[in-house]
């Protein structure tokens, strides 16, 4: 058995085969057949085909921009931080050794 060189399909070559393939009128295995190209090949372009096709429309779930992934962080460690922070009013919730100290200095009036 002679190996073939490896082929390099145009983008609208991939493209026309995912579009026969999601239509449904013909099995992979038929369209393997059609096309020349191995039938996980046909696969894998369909399901990249209509997980493309959902973010263009809107209606897959599509993860966020950087920039906006990058301010949700940075609001997270935000709220995170003052959180954490002895020194803030909402950490005293959080760390009552710290709120303890404070009432104690309090009372002696230091």
């Known amino acids: 058995m002679s190996r ?4 390099n399909h145009s983008p609208t ?7 026969a393939a999601i239509k449904g009128e013909q099995t992979l295995s038929e369209l393997a057949q059609l ?3 191995h039938t996980t090949q046909i696969a894998a372009r369909k399901a990249q085909l209509l ?3 959902a973010r263009v429309s809107g209606s897959g779930s599509a ?3 950087p920039g906006v992934y990058l301010k949700m962080l940075l609001a997270k460690i935000g ?4 959180e954490n922070d002895p020194r803030s009013s909402r950490g005293q919730a959080f760390c ?3 709120s303890a100290r404070r009432v104690c200095r309090a009372q002696s009036g230091d």
């Open 13 to 19: 070559f991939k493209a026309k085969v995912a579009l």
């Open 51 to 53: 997980e493309r096709a």
């Open 4 to 7: 073939r060189s490896r082929r």
């Open 79 to 82: 709220e995170l931080t003052l």
């Open 96 to 98: 009552p050794l710290h």
């Open 63 to 65: 993860e966020p921009s």
């Open 35 to 37: 096309h020349d190209v």
